[in-house]
């Protein structure tokens, strides 16, 4: 847990409104100013902060970057100013938490995350997915392919594959059922019938 901030200090004064800050001038800000945003500081930072344990200590740290600011000048919004630093410190915790060194972990498998980059079998697998995918629709009728590549493939809507085809949004819809059903068909064993097809 940090430590309460120290405010009791004398040396580097702000300057407010014209003059310098004594410690005890900033002390009374702070209880004046600060400390009656705890309730609402506390509520900010457990409905954007996942470990409730950590609470108490994240509020300390804000209380600390706030009196050391305040050192140097008061602020003239004490709750917008405070909520900055509320804000900024939780982006600066969840980026420090993203980052884990790998010296820090003997075992990569302790990690419990997924190495992005596949083994050689997936690889294989997947280029045989692949080829098998593209045969797939090569066996297709030239309209249903079409519209099945400018919709899953290209990801275009009904209306854009129509316009493309120069065909109507409901034989867009044939097409692209004909086309699911005939792929299925080939990649899951089913022989096509060929009375489904337009």
Known sequence: MADTPDISREDSAPLHSGGPMTASEVRAWFVREVLPLEAVLTAFLQHNWRNAAEIADLRQDVYERVCEAAYRQIPDNAKQFVFRIARNLLINRVRREQVVPIEAVADLDLLDVAIETPGPDRTAIARDELRRLQSALDRLPARAREAF??????????????????????????????????????????PPDPRRTL
């Open 149 to 190: 590549v400018f919709g899953r493939v290209h990801g275009l809507s009904g209306r854009e594959i129509a316009a493309r085809m120069g065909i109507t949004e409901a034989a867009v819809s044939i097409h692209l059922d004909n086309a699911i059903r005939i792929l299925v068909d080939i990649l899951y064993g089913d």
